[in-house]
């Protein structure tokens, strides 16, 4: 399954030094709270208080990423990469993995769908097992790629 926010779509919360993009369950009130994905300023520390916590900065963007997750049921890896043009990267994930893509600078092609710099994807469930990011212009585009599992060998799910 695909869930695609689209900048500009998403609520700047109470701090206005963060902008929440995702995460996961979306009802805390329901659900234990698993993950999410924000955008800061890099004078901004993320709030890691008893959860696990991964930060990339970007070179040429003044802002800072943070993955939080809950450490006790949740493994995570965060990255970014260039991707060239006309060089589509392919990911190969597991149906129990949930993948969040971020372009930073330059859209990109998945499968149909035009997902543009700013733009969130995750992806999760059984379809697709590989992903496929062609870069829609001419020049490099760097991919933020966020990856989840958890720990009992359970799928992750963006929403319950």
Same mark, same amino acid.
């Given at each position: 399954?695909?869930l695609?926010?689209?900048?500009?779509?998403?609520?700047?919360?109470?701090?206005?030094a963060?902008e929440?993009l995702?995460?996961?369950?979306?009802?805390?009130?329901?659900?234990?709270?698993?993950?999410?994905?924000?955008?800061?300023?890099?004078?901004?520390t993320?709030?890691?208080?008893?959860?696990?916590?991964?930060?990339?900065?970007?070179?040429?963007v003044?802002?800072r990423?943070?993955?939080?997750f809950?450490?006790?049921?949740l493994?995570?890896? $965060? #990255?970014? %990469?260039?991707?060239? /043009?006309?060089?589509? +990267? !392919?990911?190969?994930?597991q149906?129990?993995?949930?993948?969040?893509?971020?372009?930073?600078?330059?859209?990109v092609?998945e499968?149909?769908?035009?997902v543009?710099?700013?733009?969130?994807?995750?992806?999760?469930?059984?379809?697709?097992?590989?992903?496929? $990011? #062609?870069? %829609?212009?001419?020049? /490099?585009?760097?991919? +933020? !790629?966020?990856w989840?599992?958890?720990?009992d060998?359970?799928?992750v799910?963006?929403?319950?």
């Open positions: 399954m695909r695609l926010v689209r900048a500009g779509t998403r609520e700047v919360g109470g701090r206005p963060r929440f995702v995460g996961g369950p979306d009802t805390p009130g329901r659900e234990a709270w698993l993950w999410d994905l924000s955008f800061v300023s890099p004078a901004t993320c709030d890691a208080a008893e959860v696990g916590l991964l930060t990339v900065d970007f070179d040429d003044p802002e990423v943070c993955l939080r809950n450490e006790r049921m493994t995570a890896e $965060l #990255a970014t %990469t260039r991707v060239p /043009p006309h060089e589509p +990267l !392919i990911l190969r994930r149906v129990s993995e949930l993948v969040v893509i971020v372009p930073r600078d330059g859209g092609v499968d149909a769908r035009m543009e710099a700013g733009d969130t994807l995750v992806v999760e469930g059984p379809d697709p097992a590989q992903i496929r $990011l #062609a870069v %829609t212009g001419d020049t /490099p585009a760097t991919m +933020l !790629i966020g989840l599992r958890r720990r060998g359970k799928p799910r963006w929403m319950p």
